[in-house]
Structures are given as C-alpha cells and as structure tokens.
C-alpha cells in the first residue's frame, strides 16, 4: 500500500469540494437529481473512466462502477451516496465513494487481482432531503419502495421523482441484487464514539430502528390584532406543544426525536396560521421504545388539538426497522481491523441493504462529533486509514 495516501486522498477530495457549496453557511446543498449532484455523478463516471471501470445503472437513479465483469456474480458492493441535508457536511456519503475508488487504487498498486467481482455503488437519495423518502435509491433496488409511489413523490417545487429521473423508476431489481454477495459502507462517524475510544476506525454493530412522520394541524386563519385570544383556533399552538411533548417523551424513554422542519401557511407576521405541518424524526434503541414515543406524541397532540379547536393529522411517512448487522461479517471485520464495534442511530443505505444481503459498515473518526452541519470533519490521515481499513476488508472479501 502506498505512503502518500492521505495526499492522494486530498487530491482527490478537493476534485468535488467545491460542489454545491454554499458561501454563506459553509455546508452543502447536494439534492438528489439537482445540478450539483448531477455534477457529482458526472465526477463519479470520470473516476470510472480512469480506472477502466464501466459503469452501468439500475433504473432507480443508482450507479454502479465494476472492476470485474459487470454481469458477475457473487460481488462484493462498496459505496455511499452524493447528496446532501439543506447545508450539511462534505463527508456524510461522499466520503465513501471517494474512498472505494482510492480502496481500488490501492489494491491494485499491491497487486491484488479479485476472485469476485467488486462495484462501487453511488446511491441515489439517501438523505430524503428533495423527496421526502430517505434511502429511495436502496428502497428501490430491493422493492421496499413501490415503484409506482416513488414516481409520483414530489419535491417543494413540484417536480416529480420520475421527472427528475427522466423517466418511470424501475423498482426492484432482484437479479441484480442477486448478484452481489456482500455490502461494506464506510461512512465519517455521526457522534464521538470513536474520538473517545481515541480510534481512527470503527465497525458498525446496528443501526437503531428509526423514521419520519408528518403531523398536519389546521385552525382557522385570521387576523392577529383583531381577533380575541379567547376566539382563536391557533394550529401554531397545538404544533408547539407537540414538539415539546416530543422532547420530553424521548427523554423520558432513552430515546431521540427532533422536528427540523415546519412548513406555516399562510406564513405571514400579522396572520393567525391556517395550517402548521410539522415532520417528527423519531429513533431509539429498540422498536418497542421507537413505537412506545411516536404513540405518546400522537396522543399528546390529539389531546391538545381538542383543546384548541383544531384537528391534527398524523401520517407516517418512512420507518426503518432496527438493522443488526451480519454478526459474522462484522465480527471478521473488526478482527482484521483490530477496531472498535459500535452502534448508530443514523440510517443508511447499508441498513437498507442488511435485509437483502449480508452487509457491514466502518465508520471513520469525526473530531467534531458533528454531522449533517458544515461542522461536520475528519483528518486526512483518518481518511487514509479508513481507506486501508476499507482495502483491507474488500482484499479479505474479494481476492481471496
């Protein structure tokens, strides 16, 4: 493996740095299908290119690069995703593609030859942050997500998943997914478990069971200076109690919930809203505590609704089961790498995959233990060992 890594891997990085960048906040505006991301695409194609690896796609918005014949099987798939949250952080997703192409770079410069197939895989909305569905390039592949309901999800501006696409979405793809063998993701770390653990590397153990829900409440639009408080029907208020009930529901439970997003009609100073649609990110460790929090915040907004005069809808819009990972896969992962075994309560398209074929994950150090903000980091150094960690595990799996 070669010396100047973690300058190769700075090259390499600055290439797409710039992409979709905002100025003013520093993050990243990265959605799935836009111009940046397309320009990401464009990129990921070029390194394909250089490398003598072609590239094909699924159907879904994925694409797949192949060293080794592209109609294998038993593959062994890498990879992550391009897009981002509105100004998020450079490496959630990006990090991990950047990395499997320099992982085959330094496989080949230590004269690997693979037994199996290896593909670097660049998912397609895994964030949610255009559509509303996180991991739908994933959720399509393996046929969790219908079709014909990706096609018609829609982003702010109206525009359609399948206008996006340029086309119907294929929807599930079992004899490509058939094909692979094994699913390794390595992702920057979303926490500071490994800063703690004072290591560059580690293996994901599973990924809490987690998902999106969007409470509709709507009241009676009026004037604010001349309607009686006593006469309101105010849908802000019943939506501000139900994030605080969400607060302390997980908290009380060990849990997590978060409402990051709230969309206010008619959105204007001196007006009493007409309607408030907030979205409700609930995780926890276990699925009876995730069910046990999003049934209390349902009924603690129901109860307030009734007080003031409004009605609350409450819909559920993606749930992602707890995900283990293969026992043995990490177990043989963290052996070779001789690194820590940690859990997560952030999703990804590997926690997607686990149900469909045996999958792991490495996560590489964040110093800041921020993610999905322009805080978000990781040394060029722990990016060069996450690298060889990564090469490591795909020699293990692939050429041998």
């Known amino acids: 493996m070669s010396d100047d890594l973690p300058g190769r891997f700075r090259a390499s990085w600055n290439e797409i740095a710039l992409l979709g960048r905002d100025a003013d906040s520093g993050g990243y505006l990265r959605y799935a299908l836009t111009e940046p991301e397309l320009q990401l695409r464009a990129w990921f194609r070029a390194q394909a290119e250089r490398r003598g690896l072609p590239v094909t796609e699924d159907g879904n918005g994925n694409l797949f690069a192949h060293w080794g014949d592209p109609?294998?099987?038993?593959?062994?798939?890498?990879?992550?995703?391009?897009?981002?949250?509105?100004?998020?952080?450079?490496?959630?997703?990006?990090?991990?593609?950047?990395?499997?192409?320099?992982?085959?770079?330094?496989?080949?410069?230590?004269?690997?030859?693979?037994?199996?197939?290896?593909?670097?895989?660049?998912?397609?909305?895994?964030?949610?942050a255009r559509f509303g569905v996180p991991c739908l390039g994933s959720r399509l592949l393996t046929g969790v997500l219908p079709a014909d309901r990706a096609a018609g999800l829609r982003d702010a501006a109206g525009v359609s998943f399948a206008d996006a696409l340029g086309g119907q979405p294929a929807g599930a793809r079992p004899e490509l997914l058939g094909r692979f063998a094994a699913f390794v993701e390595l992702h920057v770390e979303q926490g500071r478990a490994l800063v703690d653990a004072d290591a560059p590397v580690g293996v994901a153990s599973a990924i809490w069971p987690h998902g999106r829900w969007r409470f509709d409440v709507v009241g009676e639009g009026n004037h604010a200076g001349t309607t009686r408080m006593a006469d309101r029907r105010d849908p802000m208020l019943t939506y501000a109690f139900g994030v605080l009930a969400a607060n302390k529901e997980a908290r009380l439970r060990g849990a997590h919930a978060t409402v990051g997003r709230v969309a206010v009609e008619p959105n204007a100073t001196n007006a009493i809203p007409s309607k408030v649609t907030g979205w409700l990110d609930a995780r926890a460790a276990d699925p009876e505590t995730l069910t046990g929090l999003v049934d209390a915040v349902r009924?603690?907004?129901?109860?307030?609704?009734?007080?003031?005069?409004?009605?609350?809808?409450?819909?559920?819009?993606?749930?992602?089961?707890?995900?283990?990972?293969?026992?043995?896969?990490?177990?043989?992962?963290?052996?070779?790498?001789?690194?820590?075994?940690?859990?997560?309560?952030?999703?990804?398209?590997?926690?997607?995959?686990?149900?469909?074929?045996?999958?792991?994950?490495?996560?590489?150090?964040?110093?800041?233990?921020?993610?999905?903000?322009?805080?978000?980091?990781?040394?060029?150094?722990?990016?060069?060992?996450?690298?060889?960690?990564?090469?490591?595990?795909?020699?293990?799996?692939?050429?041998?």
């Open 71 to 128: 109609e294998g099987t038993d593959a062994v798939l890498t990879g992550s995703h391009f897009d981002s949250v509105p100004h998020g952080g450079a490496y959630d997703g990006p990090l991990g593609i950047v990395s499997a192409f320099l992982a085959v770079d330094e496989l080949r410069a230590a004269g690997a030859t693979e037994v199996r197939p290896l593909v670097v895989a660049a998912f397609v909305e895994e964030e949610g």
């Open 299 to 400: 009924a603690k907004l129901a109860e307030r609704a009734r007080r003031d005069g409004t009605e609350v809808g409450f819909t559920e819009e993606s749930v992602t089961p707890l995900v283990a990972f293969d026992d043995d896969l990490a177990g043989r992962l963290a052996g070779l790498l001789d690194a820590p075994v940690l859990p997560t309560g952030a999703g990804h398209d590997a926690g997607v995959l686990a149900a469909h074929l045996p999958t792991a994950m490495l996560f590489v150090r964040n110093p800041t233990g921020v993610s999905h903000s322009p805080a978000e980091a990781a040394s060029d150094d722990d990016c060069a060992a996450g690298i060889r960690a990564l090469a490591r595990v795909l020699e293990e799996l692939t050429c041998r």
